[in-house]
Each structure stands twice: as structure tokens, then as C-alpha cells.
């Protein structure tokens, strides 16, 4: 009897360390960690240490898969990059098209067809700090033609043209009327003139532990398998070991650097008015609260007002507020800020050098109007350097 509850116990455990860590993280910013159970079209479903934890999807920001060592595909490097109009892209080892659709084949999602009206555009290279800056500006030129993209030493060219087809070996190129194949290793990309669009019904962003990325309109879990619709009447299946993030963050975020302010009032205490910034500081340099730097934000010297229009569309205000460690590392630093929604004063907080950077977490709901003043505190206006990183107002 006592073997035989050993050996169970024994199964339970392999079978539990072999399941994937999920993070969870819901519009108010609470972190829900355990294995993921279930996803519906309505609920996802955790189980952690205390228990089950459902939340509804439409409360959902993200979720974060941490895949075990026995589970997850070793990553090989991508032959071929596929861009899609609505920002997907595809990592694959082989490509073709027939001029009507194009077939990739990718470790996270076996083989896919796509068809060629939605490409924007195809990588045979790797790209380099050189390359990488323009091949953004090629893919992002307003052109009319197809434009077949080559090396030239380090720097990129192209030809403006008509891909008709392509293959492993080789592409075909309508150039000047002539149809010209070309072969595969001399293209180190194609581009097509196909603007960008907005990912249209997506409610998800997937990526995969093979680092595709794909916006999707409905994502549910069966088993091990993740059902998947990119499209009307088209579904694709994943297995669960092959991804790694579902952003169910698109259009429910607006960054406040990203949005402008309905007002602006300017007090200095001198003479030299200081104006906000927008992801950086004053002099360009990233927005950083202690060891840590940050893409996203606002840098917001005393006394400045900023006004922001909420119209009632948004539930929360997120940020994380600090004095940048380019003056608190020397203790200088000291505001008073409030951050008010119409009449209703939401914090009121000193902040110095010495402390440590504070999560807000505001209800928003209903407002109109959301004030963030970043008043003088004691010691003059001597570096009055606030950062408001991650600044996010929330749908």
C-alpha cells in the first residue's frame, strides 16, 4: 500500500513540475500566478497555491507563459522573416509564394499560408545595427512598385519592380518587362507596397517561444492545444508549450507620452520655465528610477500642470512616480505632487530623492478630466526632476 501511494505521489510530482508557470496580470494591475487550467472566450482560469483563480477575459491585460526546459522546442534561428500588413510576423525556414498566396514554414505553427495581398514584406538576411535601421526605412518608403532589396558592401539597394513568384532557389522578378529569375541567395529581401493597416478585429497579440508574433481575434485552450482564429472561418492550432505571451492589452492602453495633454500651465520660480518631456529627459537621456531605465513616460519639472481628457472612457490610471536617478543619486530632488480627476483629489504625495519609487493605481472611472500638478516642495526648485514612468490610462 505504502509503495503504491508513493509511485502516485510520484506521478503527481513529474507531471506537475512538467507544467508551465503562468503570470497573469488584470487591468488593475494585480499579479495572479499558478498553471494555466483553462481559456474560454468569456474566463481564463489559473490554479495556484491557494487555489483556482478565475478572471474574466475582458478584465484580462496579459499573460505570461514561463515554459519548462522538458517541454519547450529548442529556437533555431529563422532562415526567413515574414512581415504581415497588420504588424505579424513570421519566422520560418522555408518560403514560397505563387504570386497568390504564401506558404511559410514555422516551428511554433508548422506550416502556414498567407495570402499574398496581406504581406508587407520578406527577410532572407539577418539583420545587423546597420541594416536593421534601413531596412526600416525601405519597408516604411511609400512606393508603388515591389521592391527587391540587395546588399551592397553594408549598405542596402533596391530595384523597383513586379515579384511574380519565389521559391528555395530562386525569384522572380518583373523588371523593366523582362521577367528575370534571381537567385535566392543574391535577395536580401522583397518589399511590398501593400500599406500597413491596424490589426482590425484583433482582441489578442500572441507570441510564441520562437518569437513569431501574431494578432488574433479569439484564443481559447483545449487540452495542450491553443485554438486559434487570425481570421473569418480560419482557425490555426498551437500547442501550449510554444508560447510564451498573450497581450490582451490592444487598444485598452493609452500612454499618457502618447497622448497629448488638453492643457499645459507652466509657474517657475524664477525665470527658466521647464517643459515636460516625453520619454526622455531633459537632455534626451532615458528616463531612469533607481538602477532601472525606462522606454515609456513623462519627466516633469516643478511647477507644471499637465491636463489630461479622459471623457469618461477610461477605468485606471497606472504609473510609477520617482525622483530620476540622474540628481537623486546626489539627494537633490524634491516636489509636491497631486494628481486629481475633475474635482476629486485621487493623491497627494511628497516625493524626494530618498524615496523609493511608488506604483499608483488610480480609479478613473466616470471623469472627464485627469490633472497631474507637480508643485514645489522644500529646497528651492533645485532639481525638481520627477518621472512618471509607464504613465497609462486604461479602457
Known amino acids: 500500500m505504502k509503495l503504491k501511494s508513493l509511485f502516485i505521489l510520484l506521478i503527481a510530482v513529474f507531471f506537475t513540475s512538467h507544467l508551465s508557470a503562468t503570470e497573469l496580470i488584470d487591468l488593475t494591475g494585480k499579479v495572479h500566478s499558478g498553471t494555466l487550467k483553462s481559456l474560454t472566450l468569456s474566463s481564463v482560469v489559473l490554479q495556484s497555491e491557494t487555489g483556482k483563480v478565475e478572471v474574466p477575459v475582458d478584465q484580462l491585460l496579459k499573460i505570461t507563459v514561463t515554459q519548462t526546459k522538458g517541454k519547450q522546442k529548442q529556437r533555431t534561428l529563422p532562415s526567413v522573416r515574414l512581415t504581415i500588413s497588420d504588424h505579424s510576423e513570421l519566422n520560418g525556414s522555408t518560403i514560397k509564394s505563387d504570386g497568390l498566396n504564401v506558404t511559410i514554414n514555422t516551428q511554433a505553427f508548422g506550416e502556414l499560408q498567407v495570402p499574398a495581398r496581406k504581406v508587407k514584406s520578406v527577410l532572407f538576411s539577418i539583420l545587423d545595427e546597420t541594416t536593421q535601421k534601413q531596412w526600416k526605412e525601405l519597408v516604411h518608403k511609400r512606393v508603388s512598385d515591389d521592391l527587391l532589396v540587395i546588399k551592397k558592401g553594408g549598405k542596402l ?9 519565389y521559391d528555395a532557389q530562386k525569384v522572380m522578378f518583373l523588371y523593366e518587362g523582362n521577367e528575370i529569375p534571381v537567385r535566392l541567395e543574391k535577395v536580401f529581401g522583397i518589399i511590398h507596397p501593400h500599406p500597413f493597416a491596424p490589426p482590425g478585429q484583433a482582441k ?3 507570441e510564441t517561444t520562437s518569437g513569431d508574433s501574431l494578432f488574433v481575434e479569439q484564443i481559447t485552450l483545449k487540452g495542450n492545444d491553443f485554438r486559434v482564429q487570425t481570421g473569418p472561418d480560419h482557425f490555426i492550432t498551437i500547442p501550449q508549450s510554444q508560447i510564451h505571451l498573450l497581450d490582451f492589452s490592444l487598444g485598452r492602453i493609452v500612454y499618457l507620452s502618447d497622448m497629448p495633454p488638453e492643457g499645459v500651465e507652466y509657474t517657475p520660480y524664477f525665470d527658466t520655465v521647464w517643459e515636460y518631456q516625453k520619454d526622455k529627459t531633459i537632455d534626451g537621456s532615458p528616463l531612469k528610477l533607481g538602477d532601472k531605465e525606462y522606454a515609456k513616460g513623462l519627466w ?4 507644471t500642470k499637465l491636463t489630461y481628457r479622459l ?10 512616480m520617482g525622483i530620476d536617478a540622474s540628481v537623486a543619486k546626489s539627494g537633490l530632488g524634491n516636489v509636491h505632487v497631486t494628481i486629481t480627476a475633475d474635482d476629486k483629489i485621487l493623491l497627494e504625495q511628497e516625493v524626494t530623492a530618498f524615496t523609493e519609487p511608488q506604483k499608483i493605481d488610480l480609479d478613473v472611472k466616470g471623469y472627464r478630466f485627469l490633472h497631474i500638478l507637480v508643485d514645489f516642495g522644500e529646497g528651492l526648485n533645485i532639481a525638481d526632476r520627477l518621472d512618471l514612468v509607464e504613465a497609462r490610462l486604461i479602457k
Request: hydrophobic share 40%; glycine share 8%.
Open 300 to 303: 516633469i519639472h516643478s511647477r
Open 311 to 320: 471623457a469618461g472612457e477610461f477605468s485606471r490610471f497606472q504609473a510609477l
Open 204 to 206: 489578442c497579440r500572441l
Open 157 to 165: 539597394d533596391f530595384l523597383p519592380g513586379v515579384v511574380t513568384q
